[in-house]
């Protein structure tokens, strides 16, 4: 029944953190939600915080497992990272709760993303890091810093899911000749500004072919 009641908890507090994010969520509603006494949240988490902390680690878990595998796979830099943000978009689509709270934590200025959150995300940025760096050595990618694709990817994978609902609402009313978005349209074409950003110079290509007087 204790594990029961935890993840009922886990359940519930993941729905009102994402409607109303950290500040306007209640622990006595959190709790009716979840059938349970308000005192069990102490109990498992000892404060609203560890278990606002605790939906956060449990959201990016499982994104992280689906994202790190489709990227092990590839052994070519450029698509080991296309495979990554691929998986991540798909993941995003599939536990949208972690894209919310991500945004929410963004304009909070990130406040309740300790060490050991930021130390969940450590793999991905990981993969990316080196993924720049071996392919910008073998001449097969530009030399960027790594942080700038990041931020450069995932940035439009969390909005294009958080604004579902402004897009099917708005869109039609701003643009009723366009066809709507499909979400691996957004994937392929967010794909294809990854590899036309990181292309190489023809310096890079072929470092020593280089002509000197």
């Known amino acids: 029944m204790t594990d029961k009641t935890r993840e009922n908890l886990l359940q519930s507090a993941t729905e009102v953190f994402v409607k109303k994010g950290f500040s306007g969520a209640r622990v006595d509603e959190i709790a009716r939600e979840a059938n349970a006494n308000k005192a069990m949240i ?4 000892q404060s609203k915080e560890g278990l606002y902390k605790a939906v956060l680690l449990r959201q990016i878990s499982v994104v992280k497992e689906l994202v ?3 990227a092990e796979s590839e052994r070519d830099p450029l698509r080991r990272l296309q495979s990554l943000y691929d998986a991540l978009g798909r993941a995003f689509q599939a536990s949208p709760a972690l894209p919310h709270m991500m945004i929410r934590e963004v304009l909070a200025g990130g406040v309740h993303m300790d060490s050991e959150v930021a130390g969940a995300f450590k793999g991905i940025v990981d993969v990316v890091r080196t993924s720049v760096e071996e392919g910008a050595r073998a001449g097969l990618l530009r030399d960027v810093n790594p942080l ?7 940035a439009p994978l969390i909005l294009f899911n958080v604004s579902r609902p402004y897009r099917e609402r708005f869109l039609p009313l701003a643009a009723p000749d366009v066809d709507p978005l499909s979400a691996d349209a957004f994937h392929a074409q967010l794909e294809d ?21």
């Open 42 to 45: 102490y109990y498992h988490f």
């Open 148 to 154: 700038f694709v990041h931020v450069m990817m995932i």
């Open 68 to 70: 790190l595998g489709a």
């Open 193 to 213: 500004v990854l590899a036309r950003f990181l292309e190489p110079c023809e310096d890079a290509r072929a470092p020593n072919s280089r002509s000197h007087p």
